[in-house]
């Protein structure tokens, strides 16, 4: 079994900062690609940021500047700095992982979900 959990949401004023992290449990051998997706209500789910195991990032462009995405793969841990925050940005924060199950192959395994409000 394999398992995600978020932790780090929250409320925040216009302008202010949250650090969202999510660690990985399990039998995992290697982990491909890390990342954060988000899903405001009404809105389909759209990627964040990514980062690969070798350490390729990539931004959503309404993020850009503003979110940092980070990883430690000794931790199977991935992070998102999020600065400069938004009312925009409010939304369910959930982490993703492509990752390889010992004796398996490349599944991608989904957190729960953490919200993230931005409100003043």
């Known amino acids: 079994q394999v398992q995600l959990v978020e932790s780090g949401g929250g409320l925040v004023q216009p302008g202010g900062s949250l650090r969202l992290s999510c660690a990985a449990s399990g039998s995992i051998s290697a982990i491909n690609v890390m990342g954060w997706y988000r899903q405001a209500p009404g809105k389909q789910r759209e990627l964040v940021a990514t980062i690969s195991s070798g350490g390729s990032v990539n931004y959503a462009d309404s993020v850009k500047g503003r979110f940092t995405i980070s990883g430690d793969n000794a931790k199977n841990t991935v992070y998102l700095q999020m600065d400069s925050l938004k009312p925009e940005d409010t939304a369910v924060y959930s982490c993703?992982?492509?990752?390889?199950?010992?004796?398996?192959?490349?599944?991608?395994?989904w957190g729960q979900g953490t919200q993230v409000t931005v409100s003043s």
């Open positions: 993703n992982m492509n990752l390889r199950r010992y004796f398996s192959g490349w599944s991608d395994y």
